[in-house]
């Protein structure tokens, strides 16, 4: 089970390395502050069985950038 792991581990590793390797690093031009404003919606619920009352929302809002700068 262990040699099975370490072997897993081992061959993810190797998978990652030329990803990380020839990776561009993303070039520092400064930092921008965003503000965020969400609403959560209720879009329905449902009973689970040892869990309880199970709610799915949906999360909507808007993304602003407070410093007015271009976004990209």
Known sequence: MI????TSALFSAVLMV????LGV????KG?????SH???HPLGSTELS???KVSVLEMVGTTENT???PTF
């Open 18 to 21: 030329p990803g990380v390797v």
């Open 67 to 69: 410093k007015g700068e």
């Open 31 to 35: 930092s921008t502050s965003y503000t």
């Open 38 to 40: 969400y609403v959560f």
């Open 3 to 6: 040699v099975k792991l370490i």
């Open 25 to 28: 690093p993303l070039e520092k």
């Open 50 to 52: 040892g869990v309880g």
